[in-house]
């Protein structure tokens, strides 16, 4: 008897996380011992795809407008002097790269030239 909504996974009888999907053979549930065919991962990814920024040069102002460059920005925009033009606007974004009792890695975006660096918090 299903009383839990079916997600990939997990038991469909007690909400258990099931163990490793084995290459053959049915999944035994820890908890409740039932027993599943492979169909109870179906759905279930372990793929990921992180999207970054693309840059596009057309789409840099002729002047240097810091209102129309900051429309532009990628994400927030800081106060933050690039090392290359000396712009005091940078968008930053960021990421978990490292394991998790470590800080998170910020990337900067100048908004005048488009120059990038990163930063380990």
């Known amino acids: 008897m299903e009383i839990f909504n079916n997600r990939p996974g997990f038991c469909p009888s ?3 996380i099931l163990p ?3 290459v053959k053979g049915n999944v035994f549930c820890y908890n409740c011992k039932q027993e599943f ?6 759905g ?3 793929e990921y795809t992180i999207h970054f920024n693309s840059y596009d040069p057309s789409k840099l102002s002729k002047k ?6 900051t429309a532009e920005a990628d994400g927030p925009v800081v106060e ?5 033009c000396g ?5 930053y974004a960021t990421l978990q790269l490292r394991s998790a009792d470590e800080g998170q890695t910020v990337f900067f975006t100048c908004l005048k030239c488009k120059y990038k ?5």
């Open 14 to 16: 007690c909400g258990s």
């Open 20 to 22: 490793p999907l084995q």
């Open 37 to 42: 065919s492979p169909d109870v991962y179906s």
């Open 44 to 46: 279930e990814t372990s």
């Open 64 to 69: 240097g407008n810091r209102e129309t460059d």
């Open 80 to 84: 933050r002097k690039c090392p290359k």
């Open 87 to 91: 712009n005091d606007k940078m968008s």
């Open 117 to 121: 660096e990163s930063e380990n918090s």
